[in-house]
């Protein structure tokens, strides 16, 4: 009770879905301009993650208080994922049904997520999914409560490290005072650099 949640997507968030620019000449190094990591590891020709958002992600989670939970059609499999990108404990995290519609036709991650909400009565999440882009329903529930920060990166670049950035300073904040840093004010986190629409509302 009163802890903080991060729900994590993989495919579109840890997981970039496009091609990583390497520049004109192949090898050049990415510009820090373009708010994109610098590195990339990837794996079995589907998996291409940062090592440093990983790392970041790692130390986001070490606060006692903060408990992530994998909300991604990996489902139990999640946990594969998470031992081959180093997020530490990762085999151990919950994960919560994520597949398909729930009993009442609903986008299933949404159904899960107000459920778990509601029962873990957490002062702040964060829910990170690329699909949350057309999924207005869900946004507009997190919204309203006050306490669920809602936001889809980009799928073909997956979390931008300014977004990740935002996110480590409203944890911080909440951390701090003990309170949703969403009560009495709205929160976007602002898009990269390069990104030609808001999502995320
Ligand atoms: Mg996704």
Same mark, same amino acid.
């Given at each position: 009770?009163?802890?903080?949640?991060?729900?994590?997507?993989?495919?579109?968030?840890?997981?970039?879905?496009?091609?990583?620019?390497?520049?004109?000449?192949?090898?050049?190094?990415?510009?820090?301009?373009?708010?994109?990591?610098?590195?990339?590891?990837?794996?079995?020709?589907?998996?291409?993650?940062?090592?440093?958002?990983?790392?970041?992600?790692?130390?986001?989670?070490?606060?006692?208080?903060?408990?992530?939970?994998?909300?991604?059609?990996?489902?139990?499999?999640?946990?594969?994922?998470?031992?081959?990108?180093?997020?530490?404990?990762?085999?151990?995290?919950?994960?919560?049904?994520?597949?398909?519609?729930?009993?009442?036709?609903?986008?299933?991650?949404?159904?899960?997520?107000?459920?778990?909400?509601?029962?873990?009565?957490?002062?702040?999440?964060?829910?990170?999914?690329?699909?949350?882009?057309?999924? @207005? %329903?869900?946004? /507009?529930?997190a919204r309203r409560s006050?306490?669920? *920060?809602?936001?889809?990166?980009? $799928? #073909?670049? !997956?979390?931008?490290? @300014? %977004?990740?950035? /935002?996110?480590?300073?409203?944890?911080?904040?909440? *951390?701090?005072?003990?309170?949703? $840093? #969403?009560? !009495?004010?709205?929160?976007?986190?602002?898009?990269?650099?390069?990104?030609?629409?808001?999502?995320?509302?």
């Amino acid at each position: 009770m009163g802890g903080i949640n991060i729900y994590l997507d993989i495919d579109g968030v840890l997981n970039r879905y496009g091609p990583v620019r390497r520049g004109r000449t192949g090898a050049d190094p990415v510009d820090p301009d373009e708010d994109e990591w610098s590195a990339y590891t990837s794996a079995g020709g589907v998996l291409m993650w940062p090592p440093e958002m990983m790392a970041r992600i790692n130390r986001l989670l070490a606060a006692p208080e903060v408990t992530p939970y994998w909300l991604t059609t990996w489902e139990s499999e999640a946990a594969v994922f998470g031992e081959q990108v180093g997020l530490e404990g990762s085999a151990d995290w919950t994960w919560l049904p994520s597949r398909g519609l729930s009993a009442d036709g609903r986008w299933q991650k949404f159904a899960s997520i107000r459920d778990h909400v509601d029962q873990t009565d957490p002062i702040f999440a964060v829910w990170l999914d690329d699909d949350l882009a057309h999924e @207005s %329903e869900a946004r /507009r529930w997190a919204r309203r409560s006050g306490r669920v *920060l809602a936001f889809a990166p980009e $799928p #073909m670049v !997956g979390l931008r490290p @300014s %977004e990740l950035a /935002r996110i480590e300073e409203l944890v911080a904040e909440a *951390l701090r005072t003990g309170r949703s $840093p #969403m009560a !009495g004010r709205a929160l976007r986190i602002p898009g990269g650099g390069r990104r030609r629409t808001a999502r995320g509302d």
